[in-house]
């Protein structure tokens, strides 16, 4: 498959063909733990990472491992690993970059999962977030410390649409020598590919845009494969060896995408999350369609926004696509066909006013997913933010006013009639 094909033709090609055993032209769906193996040299020899090769399902699968072809290609990274949720791959990028003691500068405005996930980091296993006290990349820099392993950001930020310079923090990241790891989750590679940007890790939740039905959960890991890892005291699993792997040194043996390949062994062989390959599959089938769909998200939100914000009942919505948003230039600049379809908005009559709003919506369903065909609504502060300090929550900019959209691909005039009979009721 070539990497010359444009966006759209490897959303539908890349990673995947027609089955050599079969001639099957959809991926077929490898539901099977374990692989024959041929001898038991080439046994030892997989196990020894010493041949590639499928073994047991957890670690890898013909299904998954077309999944994660296919996002490598669509994101330009050497690499990448699918594991069983967003959360996890936040958690198992986390845990292979760093050990008890060292720290990650991370943007202060993160999807509320994260935020939690840090917090009980920090608490239970002493992986420190450092938080920037904004989103410049002057922020991300004044944070860092000699115990800083990485910086973390997301793209586009779930749930405010605040597009972020990844461009300049990648440029902070390099000066300090640090990999800078972003969640692109609410970008998808059809709207923005960190890498291009200077990104070593993207992550992605495919609950979300990728798979694009809300049928399925999955995350991803992308590598790179740019980073400098062999910097001695740190990055241990990747530049030291693995004593019950004979001896593996990553960066030695996979010098072209050694972050994956420890995500994989530490990730995936010891802490296990691995994803099924029902759920690749079906993620696989949701990307074909990833660039039709996301323009029509884009155009939607784009639409729903304007409304909102020359609607008497509303305060203020938060949407960079709009003239006269604040983050409007870097929204411009990194998403020219809008920054996707999840933003916040808030109402005049405060809570109240947002949880009648939410209970008054008949098309809109009221639920907590986000990127998916359906348009869906939430109140923040009260669900996915509310394990948060009012400080955290404030700094991701989820009040008690604040209410989440994720429009999707229905006809827009028919969103705009149901937002705005719920806006009559909630008044
Ligand atoms: C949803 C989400 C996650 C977590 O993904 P799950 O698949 O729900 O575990 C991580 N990051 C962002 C930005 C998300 O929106």
Redesign the pocket.
Known sequence: MSSAHRFATQAIHAGAAPDPATGARATPIYFTNGFVFDSTEQAADIFAMRRTGFSYSRGSNPTVAALERRVAALEGAKAAVAVS????A?LLVLMTLMRSGEAYVASPRL?G??LGLMRRLDGRYDLKPQFAAGLDPADFEAAITPETRAIVC?SIV?PCATVVDIAGIAEVARRHGLPLVV?S??ASPALIRPIEHGADIV?H????FLGGSGQT???MICDAGRFDWTRPGRYNLLNEPWPDYDGLVVTERFPDFPFAVACRLFGLRDLGPGLSPMNAFLTLTGIETLPLRMARHCANARAVAAHLKDHPAVEWVSYPGLPGQPGEELANRYVPQGPGSIFTFALKGGEPAALRFIAALELVSHLVN?GEIKSLAIHPATTTHRQLRPEERAAAMVGPETVRLSIGLENVEDILADIDQALAQAA
């Open positions: 949720s967003g959360q996890s936040v999807f999962g994260s997301e779930n969640d989750t609410l992550i939740s495919t609950s979300k959960i999955g995350g986000i």
